[in-house]
């Protein structure tokens, strides 16, 4: 292949074949669509987003807790594309929908990203789509990483921006999981960790939901990490990963009223189901 071939795969396809106006149109359509949730409903309050204005265009990782499946993305997706256009902290012009940032991609679990059509039409606006070594279909496991999902990670930050959630769940305060802190000591990005809040009271589980109105989801971006990667090992890494994202044990001394009120609501749920 010349240099030329090259160049023309670079435009129009992204690291995986898949058509450019393909995702324009996709994130368009999921753009325009939670817009008003995230701008009317419940409305987005972002914060640091001037980190992003000086990053390289490749080979940039961001780690973050996560709270729902999909609206996390689709909050970042926006945050992220409004900041690209010098809207910073504000997705108040939706213009930034007609010109995405359309090599940004996530890493998303397979078995997510394969229930339904929309899932799919979901992975196809940039999902990187990795099997579990955990657990699957709600089932423990147990089995060895596949190096196929980490060199589509791989490729994607190559080629552009990519959002990881160390924890692999929804859950919060779940441990993070190695695979990032190995992904960071061998490829060495810039990582940026952002940290959420809000999601899990305004949307359902999956996020395609309103369940609450008037709530102010949160997205945090904050400064690189400083990492020495000559002498820090993969679990010094995690360790400071775990810190930014705000999701280590002492985080949770103090419960904040958004905490409560979520378990609340979940006891009320139990006791209605028993």
Not at 29 to 54: C, H, M, P, W
Not at 111 to 134: D, Y
Not at 244 to 263: D, G, N, S, Y
Request: charged share 30%; proline share 4%.
């Amino acid at each position: 292949m010349d240099g030329s071939e090259k160049k023309k795969r670079r435009i129009f396809r992204d690291a995986f074949g898949n058509w450019f106006i393909l995702k324009r149109i996709l994130i368009f359509v999921f753009g325009t669509i939670s817009y008003k949730r995230f701008n009317g409903f419940n409305r987005l309050k972002i914060s640091g987003a001037e980190q992003l204005e000086n990053l390289p265009d490749s080979n940039v990782l961001f780690v973050s807790n996560h709270q729902t499946y999909f609206a996390d993305v689709f909050a970042m997706f926006h945050a992220i594309c409004s900041a690209r256009h010098g809207y910073i902290n504000t997705i108040k012009n939706p213009i930034y929908l007609l010109d995405p940032k359309v090599d940004l991609y996530y890493v998303a679990a397979k078995e997510t990203m394969n229930k339904g059509i929309l899932a799919k039409l979901f992975a196809l606006a940039g999902a990187i789509t990795v099997k579990r070594t955990w657990r699957e279909a709600g089932k423990e496991v147990n089995r060895m990483v596949d190096l196929t999902d980490v060199d589509n990670i791989v490729k994607a930050m190559n080629n552009g921006w990519v959002i990881t959630f160390p924890q692999g769940t929804t859950k919060p305060w779940s441990p993070g999981r190695k695979g990032t802190a190995k992904l960071i000591k061998t490829r060495k990005p810039v990582v940026i960790p952002v940290v959420i809040n809000g999601f899990r009271r305004a949307f359902d589980k999956k996020g395609l939901i309103i369940k609450k109105r008037g709530i102010e989801p949160t997205i945090i971006f904050k400064e690189p990490l400083k990492i020495d990667y000559d002498n820090e090992n993969t679990a010094e890494i995690l360790e400071k990963v775990m810190e930014a994202i705000e999701q280590l044990p002492k985080f949770l001394k103090v419960k904040t009223v958004e905490e409560l009120e979520a378990q609340r609501e979940e006891e009320k749920n139990k006791l209605f189901f028993e």
